[in-house]
């Protein structure tokens, strides 16, 4: 078992920045890869960023990338989402999962085993 909280959210304005962590306990030796996930109202969930631990490879959605940066602090078990230049509709809640299988991305909510509450990012106008 991988247990995942978020952490970070809040209300910001357009063109601020945030960041959200997201911290794992438990098995973590047995994690590949954690990744971001967002859901916006009437919205189906999607990809945001991924930090995968072999060759400490990162992926990012098109919507995000350039804004958005994912880093992992390795003795902690976290990973960070710094997000500059924020936007109304990067308002969502923002999810963070760990997958514990080996893949060739992770892009995939599908390809994520444990997932945390979530938390809330809302940008104003």
């Known amino acids: 078992q991988v247990y995942v909280r978020e952490s970070g959210g809040g209300l910001v304005q357009a063109g601020d920045s945030l960041s959200l962590s997201c911290t794992t306990s438990?098995?973590?030796?047995?994690?590949?890869?954690l990744g971001w996930f967002r859901q916006a109202p009437g919205k189906e969930r999607e990809f945001v960023a991924a930090?995968?631990?072999?060759?400490?490879?990162?992926y990012y959605a098109d919507s995000v990338k350039a804004r958005f940066t994912i880093t992992r602090d390795n003795a902690r078990s976290t990973v960070y989402l710094r997000m500059n230049s924020l936007r109304p509709e990067d308002t969502a809640v923002y999810y963070c999962?760990?997958?514990?299988?080996?893949?060739?991305?992770?892009?995939?909510?599908?390809?994520?085993?444990?997932w945390g509450q979530g938390t809330q990012v809302t940008v104003s106008h």
């Open positions: 999962a760990a997958a514990v299988s080996f893949g060739a991305s992770y892009y995939y909510a599908s390809q994520y085993n444990y």
């Open positions: 438990g098995r973590t030796f047995s994690v590949y890869a």
């Open positions: 930090f995968r631990w072999t060759g400490d490879t990162t």
